[in-house]
């Protein structure tokens, strides 16, 4: 059985004042890549993570289109946030 996941994490601190995305790929229970946005740039931890990390970087549409998701994070936070942190 081969497994591939794909995983991004939004991360809040103080509301939307500061986001963090991270977008971790696994393979078979193994994470190869990591997009950290506080780094700004996509690192691998294989060598094939490491292959790939280094042809997604020096691509500049995907790096921008990784730093793009951040605003999507904080789109994403807002809209059931006006709906229940305003509530209380």
Known sequence: ???WLHKAECL???GTEKVR????FIY???EFLM???NVGHFVGFTPLGEK???KWNSDSAIKEFMRAHVDRCRHNYEV???ITV???
Request: proline share 4%; net charge positive; hydrophobic share 35%.
């Open 1 to 3: 059985v081969l497994q």
């Open 12 to 14: 809040f601190t103080n």
């Open 21 to 24: 995305l991270v977008v971790r």
């Open 28 to 30: 078979n229970r193994e």
């Open 35 to 37: 997009f950290d946005s």
């Open 52 to 54: 790939n990390a280094k």
């Open 80 to 82: 059931p946030a006006s």
């Open 86 to 88: 305003e509530r209380r």
